[in-house]
C-alpha cells in the first residue's frame, strides 16, 4: 500500500513565479526510514523550481526522450506546475510509492535543497523533476534511477512543448509573466540552451553546460515534522 494516498497542495507565489507544491517533507510512519534527496543547481545563473520527488517500481518513466511529453510534464517544464504531474503519479496506486515537492520556492544557483521520502524495498525507483525557470520549457530530471545509488546528475531536457523564443512575455521565472501557446519540437531531447535570441536580460549568465543539477539520495531517518 502506497505510504502517501492524498497530497496536501499548497500555491506558492515567489518571485513572479506561481505554483503547486506538497510540504516539503513527507513522513512515514514514526520512527521510519526515508530517503533524503538533495539536489544542487550548478548552473551560473540559472532559477529551478520546486523539486518534484517520488519513489515507485521499475517501468514507470516521467518521459522517454526522443518521445512527445505528456501534457502533465510539459505543464512543469513550461510552468513550473508540479500539480498535474504528481497527481497523474499518485492516481497510480501500486506503482507508486511517495511523492513529495521541496519547501521554500525556487532556488538560484550553487544552492541546494534536500526532501524526505519514505522508504519502502517494493518501490526501489527514485525520480526527479524541476523547471529552469528562466527557459521556455527546460526542465533537469532523474528518470527512475536505482535507489542504491547514492550520487546522479541531470542534463537540461526541452520538454518539446513550447517554442524556445526566450521571450520574457513567455517564460515564469523571476520577471516573466507566462508561456507561449505555440508547439516546440514535438518530443523531449536534450536542452540547446540560451542563445540570447529574446529579449531576456543578461542572456549570457542564463546558459549552462551539462550537467546542470547534482542528486544525491541517503537513507536516513524520517524528521519529524
Not at 511523492?99 to 518501490?123: H, K, T
Request: glycine share 12%; net charge negative; charged share 15%.
Amino acid at each position: 500500500m502506497k505510504k502517501i494516498t492524498k497530497m496536501s497542495l499548497v500555491f506558492l507565489a515567489v518571485v513572479g513565479l506561481t505554483v503547486s507544491a506538497t510540504a516539503g517533507v513527507v513522513l512515514a510512519e514514526v520512527g521510519g526510514l526515508c530517503y533524503e534527496v538533495t539536489v544542487t543547481n550548478m548552473t551560473r545563473g540559472q532559477v529551478f523550481t520546486p523539486v518534484l520527488v517520488v519513489t515507485h517500481k521499475n517501468g514507470v518513466k516521467l518521459f522517454t526522450p526522443g518521445e512527445p511529453a505528456s501534457d502533465e510534464l510539459a505543464e512543469l517544464a513550461e510552468s513550473g506546475n508540479v500539480v498535474p504531474l504528481a497527481e497523474y503519479l499518485d492516481a497510480m496506486t501500486d506503482q507508486v510509492g511517495a511523492i513529495a515537492v521541496s519547501d521554500g520556492g525556487p532556488f538560484g544557483a550553487g544552492e541546494s535543497v534536500s526532501i524526505q521520502v519514505p522508504a519502502s524495498g517494493r518501490y526501489n525507483r527514485l525520480s526527479i523533476a524541476s523547471m529552469l525557470a528562466i527557459t521556455n520549457d527546460g526542465f533537469v530530471a532523474l528518470n527512475g534511477v536505482s535507489t542504491r545509488q547514492t550520487m546522479h546528475t541531470s542534463p537540461v531536457y526541452d520538454a518539446g512543448s513550447e517554442m524556445n523564443d526566450e521571450l520574457v512575455a513567455h517564460i515564469p521565472g523571476p520577471g516573466g509573466e507566462g508561456y507561449n501557446e505555440e508547439g516546440g519540437e514535438g518530443f523531449v531531447h536534450i536542452h540547446a540552451g540560451i542563445h540570447g535570441i529574446g529579449d531576456l536580460p543578461m542572456p549570457e549568465n542564463l546558459d549552462w553546460r551539462n550537467p546542470a543539477a547534482r542528486v544525491t539520495s541517503i537513507l536516513t531517518h524520517c524528521s519529524p515534522e
